[in-house]
């Protein structure tokens, strides 16, 4: 089966860095992502992750450690617009999709 | 937008009523999923399509079921509705059968309450 595992919610200041973390155990591991989902809408794709390391996109990086089950997405210089849930979702044997509950992030003045 | 359309946007029923739920994917991609998604759950897998042909299932329910069409849009079926059965809906397309570094894209999704 399939376990992942997210901080329910968040809070960070505007301007400032956040590290939300995200656990996993699965059954065949063939990448991660994240996605970004603000209330009431379609989740959005933000990065994946196949090899262990950093990806970085802009203001948001994504990293990876397949020996420890574990990835973190980082946001740097916050906004207010980065209020959103962040979807941790991995993808095991059988190519499934498996999402975690999701981070709500609240970015504060 | 991503593409991908969901009809309708909203839907109210009554318990042990049916509904159906309708999904066109981004042009050109053959594979579709959807997804439940709840308060107090994050997004459920339900079951994937690609190319017409079932590709993979996931905690669908037995009252559910799904179809992909030749012209690739998809449809899921809620029978026989329960109040736990009210929630956001999503579908979501990518253009591969199931593989890594295919992002998904999803619609907008169809928030169903069952009353």
């Known amino acids: 089966g399939q376990n992942i595992d997210q901080p329910t919610e968040m809070t960070a200041t505007e301007g400032a860095i956040v590290q939300i973390n995200c656990t996993y155990q699965?059954?065949?591991?063939?990448?991660l992502f994240w996605y970004q989902q603000h209330a009431g809408e379609a989740p959005t794709f933000l990065s994946y992750?196949?090899?262990?390391g950093l990806e970085e996109k802009g203001r948001f990086s994504s990293f990876l450690s397949r020996s420890k089950g574990y990835s973190y997405l980082l946001l740097k210089e916050l906004q207010m617009k980065d209020s959103a849930s962040y979807l941790c979702?991995?993808?095991?044997?059988?190519?499934?999709?498996?999402f975690g509950t999701g981070t709500q992030l609240k970015v504060e003045l | 937008d991503s593409g991908v359309t969901q009809t309708p946007k909203h839907l109210i029923t009554a318990t042990g009523q049916r509904v159906t739920l309708r999904c066109s994917p981004r042009s050109g991609d053959l594979s579709v999923y959807w997804y439940q998604q709840s308060l107090d759950q994050g997004l459920q897998f339900l079951i994937q399509?690609?190319?017409?042909?079932?590709?993979a299932k996931g905690n669908i329910l037995e009252r559910f079921s799904a179809q992909q069409f030749p012209d690739l849009h998809s449809e899921l079926n809620l029978s026989s509705l329960e109040l736990g059965d009210s929630a956001l809906y999503f579908c979501a397309s990518s253009n591969l059968p199931g593989s890594t570094n295919e992002k998904l894209f999803f619609g907008s999704g169809t928030q169903l309450s069952v009353l």
């Open positions: 399509y690609y190319n017409g042909e079932e590709r």
């Open positions: 699965t059954s065949g591991f063939n990448g």
């Open positions: 992750n196949v090899l262990d």
């Open positions: 979702a991995v993808e095991g044997g059988g190519n499934k999709l498996t």
